[in-house]
């Protein structure tokens, strides 16, 4: 999609330069340092060429945003597309200092402050699909509004040295300019029938994560009010390994502390199943 020429189609007034952001924001640390990128290839791999390079200069906290991403990437290098202009596409440096068990609680932390703050702003219900989507109900259907990519790396002692959280939230994408995808995308433009403002939705996120996380640093968990905004909790549903077919079909009996799936199967087993390289989706009787 050719970052040129699309810009005048989308609802374009609001800025999310440093200025309007530090201006708007209300976060004590989180994107106190804070990074605006008219167009870049991921912001989850800008972030991480720097940290992998071992001299990064990136304090905790830091945020790098952009308008357009020419390489957008779900988990597994799958795409995520995105019109210029349209979305929140950002990504957040943490430097955890965690053990290493508790990596899942950055996903968990971020779908419940991109839902908070989509509520607040929105009015909608948000909810979640496990492990890492950002889900809508629309006329009786779940439709996916944002995705959430964490990367993470662990230090030898077995503590997360670094970690970045990616977020892409379709907020003013038309629905008409929704990509063609196998679990259907919508925005909250096209849920809600009115374009919202990027820069304040942004600093609600910034500022329900940060309390979310001041609190997981305390050691408090967020799985419980993650599991609760889950989609499909005792329903029937079939995961698949890309790729490789149905790996699981059962039902869905919740999560673990960590944020594993737990299914029960066809033969009664319980069946606990790690984020990666798998999908979720309803099961739908042939
Ligand atoms: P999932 O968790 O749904 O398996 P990922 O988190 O890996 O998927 O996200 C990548 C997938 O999201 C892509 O394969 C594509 O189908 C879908 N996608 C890409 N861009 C968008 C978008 N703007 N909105 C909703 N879905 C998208």
């Not at 945003?65 to 349209?86: H, I, K, M, V």
């Not at 300019?177 to 995308?185: G, H, I, M, R, V």
């Not at 849920?191 to 939705?201: I, K, T």
């Amino acid at each position: 999609m050719a970052a040129a020429g699309r810009q005048d189609t989308i609802f374009m007034q609001d800025s999310l330069k440093p200025e309007q952001v530090q201006k708007a924001l209300r976060t004590g640390w989180l994107g106190r340092s804070y990074r605006y990128l008219a167009a870049v290839g991921s912001t989850n791999d800008m972030l991480k060429a720097e940290e992998s390079g071992g001299r990064s200069s990136n304090d905790a906290g830091t945020v790098l945003l952009t308008d357009y991403q020419e390489q957008g990437r779900g988990r597994l290098a799958r795409s995520w597309e995105a019109p210029p202009g349209s979305s929140l596409l950002f990504s957040i440096l943490l430097r955890p200092g965690w053990p290493v068990e508790r990596l899942t609680w950055l996903t968990m932390i971020c779908g419940l402050a991109v839902s908070e703050a989509v509520e607040q702003q929105s009015g909608l219900k948000a909810r979640l699909k496990w492990p890492n989507d950002c889900v809508l109900e629309r006329e009786n259907k779940w439709q996916k509004y944002g995705g959430i990519l964490l990367e993470g790396t662990v230090s030898e002692r077995g503590t997360v040295k670094y970690a970045i959280a990616g977020m892409g939230i379709n907020v003013n994408i038309p629905a008409k300019e929704l990509p063609q995808t196998s679990f259907p995308a919508t925005s909250l433009l096209a849920a809600n029938g009115r374009p919202l403002s990027r820069l304040d939705l942004f600093c609600t996120i910034l500022s329900c994560f940060e309390a979310h996380y001041d609190r997981a640093a305390q050691g408090v968990s967020p799985h419980a009010a993650w599991q609760d905004r889950l989609i499909y909790m005792n329903e029937r549903v079939v995961v698949s390994r890309l790729g490789q077919g149905v790996d699981v079909a059962g039902q869905v009996m919740g999560t673990d502390a960590s944020g594993r799936l737990q299914i029960r199967d066809d033969d009664g087993a319980i069946r606990y199943i790690a984020a990666g390289d798998v999908s979720l989706r309803q099961y739908l009787e042939q």
